[in-house]
C-alpha cells in the first residue's frame, strides 16, 4: 500500500470511529492534513481556523502565508512538506482544543506521522510542542531539536522534533516574527542529517 492509501486510510478511520462527535458536528469538514506523504518535515499545528476550515487544507490563513514566507527563506515550499494539526475538525470560534480533543485526535496523529516517517517533526505552538515534549515552557525549548520516544501501535519510535512558536503569535507580536525567522533557519541541516 503506498504513503498515500495508509493516509487516506487513516483518514476513513477517523470519521468511521466517529471522533469528538461534537466538533465534527459544528465544523464544516474534516482537516486531515496537505502535503508530501514522503516528506522530510512534518508542520504539526493547533486546530483548523475558519479558513481552514472552509477549503479543507491546514495553514491557508494569515498564519499559513507566514509559515509560506518562512519556508521560502530556506528555499522550501509548501509542497516539500507535509502540514497537519493535532485536531481535524475546526473548533467553536478559534477556541483553543479541549484537553480530551487533543487527546482523542493523538493516536491518529501518531500514525499519519509514522506513515510519513519525516526526518524532522516541527510543532508549532504550545499545544502541538506538549504533546510531544510534555512540561516545558516554549519560551524555554523553542528552536533547539531534540529526540523524542512516541509510542505508536505498541511499537516506540524515536522522533526528532523541533518545538517553534506558532506562527499565529507572530502577527501579533513582531518580535517573534524574527525569532522564528532565526529558529527557521536551523531546519535545513536536520534534513540533510542522515539519521
Ligand atoms: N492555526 C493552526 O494551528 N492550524 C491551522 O491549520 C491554521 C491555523
Known sequence: MTKKVRLEQIKADIIEQNICPNLAKTAKQLVFGHGNPTADIVFVGEAPGKKEDETGEPFVGAAGNFLNTMLASINLKRSDTYITNIVKYRPPNNRDPLADEKAAFLPFLFSQIDVINPKVIITLGRHSTACF??????????????????????????????????????????????TLLEDFQIIPSLITKET
Open 133 to 178: 515534549i510534555p512540561d516545558q515552557q516554549i519560551s524555554d525549548i523553542h528552536g533547539q531539536p531534540m529526540r523524542v520516544e512516541i509510542p505508536v501501535n505498541g511499537k516506540t519510535h524515536t522522533w526528532t522534533v523541533l518545538p517553534l512558536y506558532h506562527p499565529a503569535a507572530a502577527l501579533y507580536n513582531g518580535g517573534l516574527r524574527s
